[in-house]
């Protein structure tokens, strides 16, 4: 064989490795994009759940605190603000904030002791519980996605990949700095 054939054998497999590294990593992009896509939606399918129990619960709540009219309000002004949310960041921020008005309304409960015995609002707190525990578990798995899509993303060679076909990083779902501290419980 000579010279000018071996360098375009050697051209060609070059190119070849080239070529079959750019589709399994652009592949393996896409794959992860849409795990954190799916995680996703199922982070919000969950939330949705936890969004058509609130007007039950804030109801029954209702009820026996009729003078605890501040928070109630604010747990309905969040949950409108969660359905007004387009964006993820939008939806997260929301979100959190419909956290930390539904753990106050849960303070106001601990002062009716009638309320707490009350059998409809023991089954919406008990369906509440059940949905916010399937809340962390989406948010953790969309967590580990984000992470190892962020991850994907960032390495070389394929974050050469990712900035050309415009891969952006995904955002995590973080807590609001008000969940570090416990709620306090006045009698």
Do not use: C
Not at 28 to 55: T, Y
Not at 118 to 123: A, E, K, P
Request: hydrophobic share 45%; proline share 4%.
């Amino acid at each position: 064989m000579s010279t000018g054939v071996k360098i375009l054998i050697g051209i060609f497999v070059a190119i070849a490795v080239l070529g079959f590294t750019t589709y399994g990593s652009y592949n393996s992009l896409v794959v992860l994009d849409e795990g954190v896509k799916s995680a996703w939606a199922e982070v919000e399918n969950q939330l949705q759940r936890r969004f058509d129990l609130i007007p039950n619960l804030v109801e029954t709540v209702k009820g026996y605190a009729a003078h605890e009219r501040e928070v109630l309000t604010q747990v309905t002004e969040a949950r409108a603000r969660v359905g007004g949310a387009t964006t993820v960041p939008e939806k997260i921020a929301a979100n959190n904030q419909l956290s930390s008005a539904l753990s106050r309304l849960l303070l106001v409960v601990e002062r009716y002791p009638d309320l707490k015995a009350n059998v409809n609002f023991i089954r919406l707190q008990d369906e509440l519980a059940g949905t916010e525990n399937r809340i962390a578990v989406a948010r953790k798995r969309y967590n580990d996605s984000v992470q190892s899509y962020n991850v994907k993303i960032r390495r070389f060679p394929t974050n050469i990949l990712a900035g050309l076909f415009g891969f952006q990083r995904a955002e995590f779902f973080r807590p609001p700095a008000e969940a570090k501290e416990a709620p306090k419980v006045k009698f």
